[in-house]
């Protein structure tokens, strides 16, 4: 059967026709094909009954074999009109089988309100050069019915409100041109429904509250050319749902409310052009959704107020395009972004997710994760190896930074210390500067126990001075100022130098291995245990009025203290000036 043709030209003859299957009809059709440049490409012999005999076969109730058959102006309406029928009276079509036929109409072919009795329907291979198709309302009992290669060279088609049995529907390498199609409230059965590698043109394709059996529905590598793809309050059984590398071309594509039911669903390396694509509202019982590779143009994504809270959502090396990409108050197990270009804004204020995958991705706008008016439930968030081009809208005590971050079970040390500066940095670009603070905290926490696990694994010889450095740097920036962000911390630490001193000079004092002196006599009367303190104050400050000085074993203590006192006082005025200036 020839697709590619522009134009043809029929002559019917009075010759004997005679079909594979040993049928004889006294007339041919001999149908010439033509291309654009009007160069014959092609010629197919039909056999050329009248439609009235047709009319004719189904008042008697016979089988109706089609195949190879010319058909002009075949109109089920026009058989009611001449049998006093109402316009949505049922016509039973007994075992119609239509392969290879060429179908021809100055304006509809028309099938609509057909009954077909159990068994399987055919149109494999059929062209309808021109007019309108329609099986509106009709009754499909058990069987297949099969498309398959069908040619439609008017691209209108009408299969709203039909029913299916069980059996399969296959829709596959079928060519369709520029028109509606129109598979709105149609009720399949349990059977695979196929659309793959199907061309549909331009125009609008319409699913609308359509609902499916059980089985598979592929509209793998399908092409469409524009127009809108819409299947909002449609709903799947266990059906295992697959738009496998289809190409939506510039539809606008319409899952909105959709019950994706509880199969696999696979959008892996679709392609969507300049087009709005929404979900809203969608539901899924499915264990996972994969939209791995997708390549989107320019448009919006809506995903929010989705329904998915058992299922893992896998948008993995998708490139977004252009246009602002909503997750608003939806419900997934697993969210993953991963490796993906976000150049827009994105909200990912998710209702209630176990884990947000955001690692490797490329952020150029802002990621909005900050609770406004419900809470953002998210369990872990991975943002390993994110590229911050952009800011991230989020709390570190609201969006619990800290706990998604380190319960992460698979991240090494190291990828969380890196997650800990990724946060600290976006803190800071947004002026969020306390988040930054405790961001900091943790980063310098993990980056320190990775630098140690990798530095161990060196060498078995490592841990001799790994361990000590490891606790130096533990007990001085951390514990004494947490790096340098809390003043008040190491006022604190300053006090207990002072006491620790202190005691140590009244210590050595008592046990006569070192003493303070006073060089200008006690005027004020101090014990022992009030001039140690004072001596362990003018030092650590190093003050240095010269009135009391150590000897013996305190003159050690002093030195150390003196440089301690120097270090404390620095590091105060850096943590101070820290809050300060900004």
């Known amino acids: 059967m020839l697709s ?71 109109s089920l309406g026009t058989y009611r009109r001449h049998h006093g029928l109402g316009k949505k009276d049922f016509i039973e079509l007994k075992n119609l089988s239509a392969r290879n036929t060429f179908f021809e109409s100055d304006i509809i072919t028309d099938f609509s309100f057909s009954l077909f009795p159990d068994g399987d329907v055919s149109f494999e291979g059929a062209l309808f050069a021109r007019g309108k198709v329609s099986f509106n309302g009709s ?31 296959l ?84 899952f909105r409310t959709v019950d994706f039911g509880s199969g696999k669903i696979n959008f892996n390396r679709s392609r969507f052009g300049n087009c709005d694509i929404n979900f809203e509202g969608a539901m899924c019982k499915a264990d996972k959704i994969q939209f791995k590779r997708v390549e989107i143009k320019h448009g919006q994504k809506n995903f929010n107020l989705l329904e998915m809270e058992n299922t893992e959502v896998n948008f993995e090396k998708t490139s977004f395009g252009n246009g ?85 079970p698979e991240t090494t040390l190291r990828q969380k210390a890196e997650q800990f500066r990724t946060l600290k940095q976006n803190f800071n670009s947004t002026g969020r500067y306390l988040d930054e603070d405790k961001a900091y905290v943790m980063f310098k926490r993990y980056e320190s126990r990775a630098d140690l696990k990798e530095n161990l694994a060196k060498s078995r010889f490592a841990a001799l001075w790994e361990y000590p450095a490891y606790a130096f740097k533990w007990l001085v920036f951390d514990k004494m100022g947490l790096y340098a962000t809390s003043p008040g911390r190491v006022l604190i630490s300053v006090i207990v130098f002072w006491f620790i001193f202190g005691t140590i000079y009244y210590i050595n004092e008592i046990t006569g291995v070192g003493k303070t002196m006073s060089s200008v006599g006690n005027p004020d009367n101090l014990s022992v245990l009030v001039q140690s303190y004072y001596h362990s104050a003018i030092t650590f400050f190093t003050i240095g009025y010269g009135d009391v000085f150590p000897m013996g074993l305190t003159r050690l203590f002093s030195g150390l203290e003196g440089f301690i006192g120097v270090f404390m006082m620095s590091y105060f005025t850096v943590s101070f000036m820290r809050k300060v200036i900004r």
């Open 324 to 408: 602002n990409i909503n997750f608003n108050d939806s419900k997934f197990r697993v969210l993953s972004l991963k490796s993906c270009h976000l150049n827009n804004y994105v909200d990912l204020r998710v209702a209630k997710t176990e884990l947000l995958d955001i690692s490797d991705t490329i952020v150029r706008d802002i990621i909005d994760i900050e609770p406004y008016d419900f809470d953002v439930n998210i369990g872990l968030m991975n943002l390993t190896g994110m590229k911050l081009i952009g800011k991230i809208n989020i709390d570190w005590e609201r969006n619990r930074c800290e706990k998604i971050v380190l319960c992460q």
């Open 139 to 169: 009754d499909f009992r058990n069987g297949n019915v099969i498309f398959s290669g069908a040619v439609f060279r008017d691209g209108n088609i009408d299969f709203a409100g039909s029913h299916f049995g069980d059996g399969n529907f």
């Open 4 to 74: 590619g043709y522009s134009t043809y030209r029929v002559e019917i003859k009075d010759e004997e026709f005679l079909a594979e299957d040993g049928r004889i009809y006294p007339r041919t059709a001999i149908v010439t094909f033509f291309d654009r440049a009007h160069e014959h490409i092609g010629t197919e012999l039909y056999g050329s009954p009248e439609t009235i005999e047709i009319y004719k076969m189904i008042e008697k109730g016979e089988n109706l074999n089609l195949d190879n058959f010319f058909i002009k102006d075949f």
């Open 171 to 254: 829709f596959k390498n079928v060519v369709l041109r520029d028109g509606i199609k129109d598979f709105q409230d149609i009720s399949f059965g349990n059977g695979d429904i196929s659309f793959a590698n199907t061309e549909f043109g331009y125009g609008d394709i319409l699913f609308i509250n359509t609902h499916f059996g059980n089985g598979e529905f592929s509209f793998k590598v399908a092409r469409i050319e524009g127009g809108k793809v819409d299947f909002h309050y449609s709903s799947f059984g266990n059906c295992d749902i697959t738009f496998e590398r289809a190409e939506f071309g510039d539809s606008r594509v319409d």
